[in-house]
């Protein structure tokens, strides 16, 4: 805890706080999505949800590399490529993700 949260046992407040301070740094990442200091945008606000237990900001959920935390933009910080017949994103670090998530059919990994 320390100076940057509420007393434990206020919870409410706690919340308000984080998804203020969550806000805040959403508006800095849509203002620039492939600036230079985005990446630590991302890192903080997701470490910020992390401590006040809020979950994934619904703003950044699946739309940040976790490899890079690059925001993703599309042209900007990533391209679509086609890999074995599927979209693929690839990030600008060179991190791959399934453009879409695959489907729970039998027998598929
Ligand atoms: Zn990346």
Redesign the pocket.
Known sequence: MGKYFARRDDRRKREDIARERVDILVGKIRADPAGRFTPNYVRLALKLAKKARMGVPKELDRKY??????FFKLGK??VIRIRRGKPVMV?????ERNLFKPSNAKGKE
Do not use: H, L, V
Not at 65 to 70: H, K
Not at 91 to 95: D, S
């Open positions: 590399c976790p490899e890079c935390y690059s910080t990533y990030c600008k670090c060179g991190e």
